[in-house]
C-alpha cells in the first residue's frame, strides 16, 4: 500500500476527528502496532512502550488529510521501533552472556492471560529462533525484513519510512532476506511433535535421568542461556549434546530443589518452566528439527521473567 509520507507535517482543519474516533481507530490497529514493535525490539516492555508512544503522537497529531491511518500509525511505530533498537544495540554489545529475546509465556491448557491485542499479534514468524536471528541484522535491516516479508509493505512504504530510495529499499531487504534464509533453522515438527519433546525433556531433567535426555537432543545442538548478569547462567552458548547433558545434570546437582515444571506455551510453542517451591526459576523453550531438539532457549534473567510470571500467576523466584 503506497501513501504520502505519514510523518509530514499536516494543515490544521477545525473539523478534527473526535477523541473517540481516535481512541478506536488506535484500538483497531494496536494488535498491529504492538507485533512490529516486539518483533523489533525483542522485549514485551519496550514493545509496549513504543505502543504508548505512538498513541500519544497520535493523539496530537494533524491528522485531518492522512491517507491511511494505518499507515500513519505502523510507520510512526516503525520510526519509534528503529530508534529504540539502536539504542538497545548498544547496550547488548556490552550485555553480560548470550541475549535472548523476553519470551512470551502461556500457562497451556488454559485461556491466555495477554490481552487479545498482544495474542492476536503472535504468529510463526516471533518464534525463538527467528527472533534471535535477527538480531544479528542492523537496525534498519531487521525493520526493513519485517514490514516487507512479515506485514507485506511494499517498497514504496518501506522508503517513505527509511527515508531511503526504493531500489536502496530493496538491497537492505534482499541482504537480509539472504542472512534470514542462510542463518533460520528449518523447522520440519508437528505441534504434537514439539510437545512430546518438550515434555520428554522436562521430565528427564527433572529425573536427572542422561540417557533420556540424550535421547531428546540433536547431536549438534546449541543450547543458549540468559541470565544478563541478573541470574547464574553460562556465559556462551553451548554447543553439543554431550555438553549440554553435562551443563544440565550439573544445574541439577547444584540446585536439586529445582526438581518442578510446568508446561506452558513460549512464543506460541511448547515448552515449560522450571520452578523451586512454585517460584518461576526459569523458562525453556525449543527449536526441532529431525524428530530432536536441534536449540534450546532457558530465560534466566528476572528482568524479562516478570510478565511470564504475572501471566501463570507464580511469583518470580528472588523477587
Known amino acids: 500500500m503506497s501513501y504520502s509520507d505519514p510523518m509530514k507535517p499536516k494543515a490544521e482543519n477545525p473539523e478534527s476527528l473526535t477523541d473517540e474516533t481516535r481512541a478506536a481507530i488506535f484500538a483497531k490497529h494496536r494488535a498491529r502496532i504492538f507485533g512490529i514493535a516486539y518483533r523489533l525490539v525483542g522485549t514485551v516492555s519496550d514493545a509496549e512502550d513504543i505502543v504508548q508512544e505512538t498513541w500519544l503522537r497520535w493523539a496530537g497529531a494533524p491528522l485531518d488529510d492522512v491517507r491511511s491511518p494505518e499507515a500513519w500509525l505502523v510507520t510512526t511505530a516503525g520510526r519509534l521501533g528503529i530508534d529504540q533498537l539502536r539504542?538497545?544495540?548498544?547496550?547488548?554489545?556490552?550485555?553480560?552472556?548470550?541475549?535472548?529475546?523476553?519470551?512470551?509465556?502461556?500457562?497451556?491448557?488454559?485461556?491466555?492471560?495477554?490481552?487479545?491485542?498482544?495474542?492476536?499479534?503472535?504468529?510463526?514468524?516471533v518464534s525463538m529462533a527467528l527472533l534471535h536471528m535477527l538480531e544479528?541484522?542492523?537496525?534498519?535491516?531487521?525493520?526493513?525484513?519485517?514490514?516487507?516479508?512479515?506485514f507485506d509493505y511494499d517498497y514504496a512504504d518501506l522508503a517513505a519510512l527509511l527515508g531511503k530510495s526504493q531500489a536502496a529499499c530493496r538491497q537492505i531487504v534482499s541482504r537480509a532476506r539472504r542472512r534470514v534464509r542462510d542463518d533460520r533453522p528449518r523447522f520440519n515438527a508437528s505441534a504434537a511433535d514439539h510437545a512430546r519433546l518438550a515434555?520428554?525433556?522436562?521430565?528427564?531433567?527433572?529425573?536427572?535421568?542422561?540417557?533420556?535426555?540424550?535421547?531428546?537432543?540433536?547431536?549438534?545442538?546449541i543450547?543458549?542461556?540468559?541470565?544478563?548478569?541478573?541470574?547464574?547462567?553460562?556465559?556462551?552458548?553451548?554447543?553439543?549434546?554431550?555438553?549440554?547433558?553435562?551443563?544440565?545434570?550439573?544445574?541439577?546437582?547444584?540446585?536439586?530443589?529445582?526438581?518442578?515444571?510446568?508446561?506452558?506455551?513460549?512464543?506460541?510453542?511448547?515448552?515449560?518452566?522450571?520452578?523451586?517451591?512454585?517460584?518461576?526459576?526459569?523458562?525453556v523453550s525449543?527449536?526441532?528439527?529431525?524428530?530432536?531438539?536441534?536449540?534450546?532457549?532457558m530465560m534466566r534473567?528476572?528482568?524479562?521473567l516478570r510478565a511470564a510470571a504475572e501471566s501463570l500467576g507464580r511469583p518470580l523466584l528472588g523477587a
Open 199 to 221: 515434555s520428554a525433556f522436562a521430565n528427564a531433567l527433572t529425573a536427572e535421568d542422561p540417557a533420556s535426555l540424550i535421547a531428546c537432543l540433536h547431536d549438534k545442538a
Open 286 to 297: 525449543f527449536d526441532v528439527e529431525e524428530g530432536r531438539i536441534n536449540a534450546v532457549y
Open 301 to 304: 534473567n528476572p528482568d524479562k
Open 223 to 283: 543450547l543458549y542461556s540468559d541470565g544478563g548478569g541478573r541470574a547464574a547462567a553460562a556465559l556462551n552458548p553451548i554447543y553439543g549434546a554431550d555438553r549440554i547433558l553435562r551443563f544440565l545434570i550439573g544445574i541439577r546437582k547444584k540446585v536439586p530443589q529445582l526438581n518442578e515444571t510446568e508446561p506452558v506455551l513460549i512464543n506460541g510453542r511448547p515448552g515449560f518452566v522450571l520452578l523451586i517451591d512454585g517460584k518461576l526459576h526459569s523458562a
Open 136 to 150: 544479528r541484522l542492523a537496525p534498519e535491516e531487521r525493520a526493513a525484513f519485517l514490514l516487507h516479508e512479515v
Open 87 to 125: 539504542r538497545l544495540k548498544r547496550r547488548r554489545e556490552t550485555y553480560i552472556g548470550p541475549w535472548l529475546p523476553e519470551p512470551i509465556v502461556e500457562a497451556a491448557g488454559r485461556a491466555p492471560e495477554m490481552t487479545p491485542e498482544e495474542r492476536l499479534s503472535l504468529g510463526d514468524d
